[in-house]
């Protein structure tokens, strides 16, 4: 069952719109760099995402959304929680971003 996965950040004050770029360039590159471990092929199925623009006041700091879609459960907790390039992708926000949050759901499911 398909699991949409939304990533929200925050960057800090201090950080160059260069950095911002690549960090985003970066984040929407794990869809091809993000290799499943036994088809050897990526598997997140889309990835989008770029920097807010709602007129309706309710970032509550948030700045860019990414928004990835996983075939299944078992691809999302792969990527959460062992594919090297996300988490190589994770430790290089250590000092980038000022908050993260992430939230999860399943299209359809109340």
């Given amino acids: 069952m398909t699991i949409i996965h939304v990533v929200q950040f925050q960057f800090k004050p201090t950080i160059s719109p260069e ?21 050897q092929q990526p598997y997140i199925k889309t990835s989008a995402g770029g920097k807010d623009n709602s007129i309706e006041g309710l970032q509550n700091g948030i700045t860019h959304v990414f928004v990835v879609e996983f075939e299944n459960e078992d691809d999302r907790e792969y990527y959460v929680r062992t594919d090297p390039a996300h988490q190589a992708f994770v430790r290089s926000l250590d000092g980038v971003v000022e908050k993260a949050q992430v939230v999860d759901f399943t299209p359809g499911v109340f």
């Avoid at 950095?19 to 088809?39: A, F, G, W, Y």
């Fill in 19 to 39: 950095v911002i770029k690549d960090t985003c360039t970066r984040m929407l590159n794990l869809r091809e760099n993000c290799i499943h471990p036994t088809t």
